[in-house]
C-alpha cells in the first residue's frame, strides 16, 4: 500500500500542474480576446462621445460601454481613449481618426486604431 501511494503522489502533482497552465492559458486568452471584445461592444458608444467631444476637451475618468478610460481627449480631430498603462509601464489606448491614420498605431478597424505609448498622457 505505500508502493501505491508513492506512485499516486506524482500523477496527482503532474495532473494538478497540467490543470494549472491549462488554466494559466485561458486566463491568457480571455484576457487578449476579452479586450477585443469589450471593444467591439463599445465601440459605438466611444464613436458618440469622440462626435461630441470639442476640440481641446478632456473627460476623466470614463466609463464607455464595456470599457474604462483614465481620460478621454481631443486633439487635433483625433480622440484618445487613454486606458491606462501595461505591465510594462507603457500608455495604451483607443485612437478615433475619421480624417487621417495617427503615426505609430495599429489599426483596428474604421476610423480606429490602438496606441501603445506614453505620448498621450
Not at 503522489?9 to 479586450?35: D, H, K, Q
Not at 487635433?76 to 487613454?82: A, E, K, R, S
Not at 478597424?109 to 501603445?116: A, C, S
Amino acid at each position: 500500500m505505500i508502493e501505491t501511494s508513492r506512485v499516486e503522489r506524482p500523477a496527482l502533482r503532474r495532473a494538478v500542474y497540467l490543470a494549472a497552465a491549462l488554466l494559466a492559458a485561458v486566463l491568457v486568452v480571455a484576457l487578449i480576446w476579452g479586450e477585443d471584445l469589450r471593444f467591439t461592444h463599445s465601440s459605438g458608444n466611444m464613436e458618440a462621445v469622440a462626435r461630441t467631444l470639442g476640440e481641446g476637451a478632456e473627460l476623466r475618468d470614463q466609463s464607455i460601454g464595456s470599457l474604462s478610460f483614465e481620460f478621454v481627449r481631443r486633439e487635433n480631430d483625433q480622440v484618445y481613449f487613454y486606458r491606462g498603462k501595461d505591465w510594462g509601464g507603457d500608455g495604451y489606448g483607443f485612437v478615433w481618426s475619421p480624417a487621417s491614420r495617427p503615426g505609430d498605431v495599429r489599426h483596428v478597424k474604421g476610423p480606429w486604431y490602438k496606441f501603445r505609448d506614453d505620448a498621450h498622457q
